[in-house]
């Protein structure tokens, strides 16, 4: 029966054969691929592939203002409250509505 020592020998041994043989076949694999999109001039839409990212394809719209300040700050109304909004309500007793922007 193998050492403990021996064994961990064989396992680093077999480590390296695998990701010797991984490399060589994923080489192989990509040429394969390569070759492939070339013979039959396919796309990534063809293949499947909608983008490299996961905001691929998609469009960002600004949304609208919907509340200004009194220096000019600006808030879409969605998410936290601004500090500047905030602020005025809490310390001078103002109200939201006020700096809502009319459309």
């Known amino acids: 029966m193998a050492t403990y020592r021996e064994l961990l020998e064989q396992r680093d041994s077999l480590e390296q054969q695998i990701a010797e043989a991984r490399r060589s076949e994923v080489a192989q694999a990509i040429a394969q ?17 909608r983008g490299l ?8 719209t600004t949304v609208a203002v919907k509340f200004r300040g009194p220096n000019g700050e600006t ?9 500047w909004l905030t602020s005025l309500e809490a310390h001078q007793g103002r109200h939201r509505d006020e700096f809502l922007v009319a459309r």
Do not use: E
């Not at 691929?33 to 592939?49: E, M, N, P, R, S």
């Not at 990212?53 to 960002?60: E, F, V």
């Open 33 to 49: 691929v390569k070759q492939l999109i070339a013979d039959y001039g396919l796309t990534a839409a063809d293949c499947g592939f």
């Open 53 to 60: 990212g996961a905001l691929a394809g998609k469009t960002r």
């Open 75 to 83: 808030w879409s109304g969605r998410g936290k409250a601004p500090n």
